[in-house]
């Protein structure tokens, strides 16, 4: 088992960066392929980027491809999500959650473990 728990949400204009983190409890958090989804208000969740157990293989959302990045440090127990150039339109709550599946999981039901969300707000 594993315990997610999300950081780095706040307030940023349109057009600036943030970059999440992921902190995972255990010694076994490179064994887990991991995700971040988001969901913004009355919206149903939605994958955003999944990131392999070793990190060399990434799949994003399509239409946020080239604005945000997945990354992890399997010694630190840390995945990230590097955003730029953001819009309005990316404000919602950010979630991160862990899969045992061996592979990039892009689908909400196949992650087993999920963080509480961090709130992320675009001004514009």
């Known amino acids: 088992q594993v315990h997610v728990v999300e950081s780095g949400g706040g307030l940023v204009q349109a057009g600036g960066s943030l970059k999440l983190s992921c902190e995972a409890s255990?010694?076994?958090?490179?064994?887990?392929?991991m995700g971040w989804f988001r969901q913004a208000p009355e919206k149903d969740r939605q994958f955003v980027a999944a990131?392999?157990?070793?990190?060399?293989?990434?799949y994003y959302e399509p239409s946020l491809r080239g604005r945000f990045t997945i990354s992890r440090d399997n010694a630190k127990n840390t995945v990230y999500l590097q955003m730029h150039s953001l819009k309005p339109e990316d404000t919602a709550v950010y979630y991160c959650?862990?899969?045992?599946?061996?592979?990039?999981?892009?689908?909400?039901?196949?992650?087993?473990?999920w963080g509480q969300g961090t709130q992320v707000t675009v001004s514009s």
């Open positions: 255990g010694r076994m958090f490179s064994k887990y392929a």
């Open positions: 990131i392999n157990q070793n990190g060399d293989n990434t």
């Open positions: 959650a862990a899969s045992e599946l061996q592979t990039v999981v892009a689908l909400a039901h196949e992650y087993d473990y």
